[in-house]
């Protein structure tokens, strides 16, 4: 499974972005995937994750300002990013777990959030 984020970026505080993540190969496999971001010296956490029956997961310092959904496809999840906050300012990864409990992730997207 290869896992393809793009979207990161620079915003001011108040202001939203979207990441995409598109995954191919055994997307078959796949029976969640989700986003983590890892802020420099700390370690990487779960901001929201979605299972392959539209389940939905999220970090609570994110509840009601992020939104994961997937793309009719399945093979590409969003994360929708409103509100953003300086905290936010992190390098985002797109995650994939196979229902044999492999992890896969991409490369990751810097998301940098200005006062």
């Known amino acids: 499974v290869q896992l393809v984020e793009s979207g990161g970026g620079l915003v001011q505080a108040g202001g939203s972005l979207r990441l995409s993540c598109t995954a191919s190969g055994s997307i078959f496999s796949i029976n969640v995937m989700g986003w983590y971001r890892q802020a420099p010296g700390k370690q990487r956490e779960l901001v929201a994750s979605i299972t392959s029956g539209d389940d939905t997961n999220y970090a609570d310092s994110v509840k009601g300002r992020f939104t994961i959904s997937r793309a009719n496809s399945k093979n590409t999840v969003y994360l929708q990013m409103n509100s953003l906050k300086p905290e936010d300012t992190a390098v985002y990864y797109c995650?994939?777990?196979?229902?044999?409990?492999?992890?896969?992730w991409g490369q990751g997207t810097q998301v940098t959030v200005s006062s």
């Open positions: 995650n994939a777990r196979s229902i044999l409990r492999n992890a896969y």
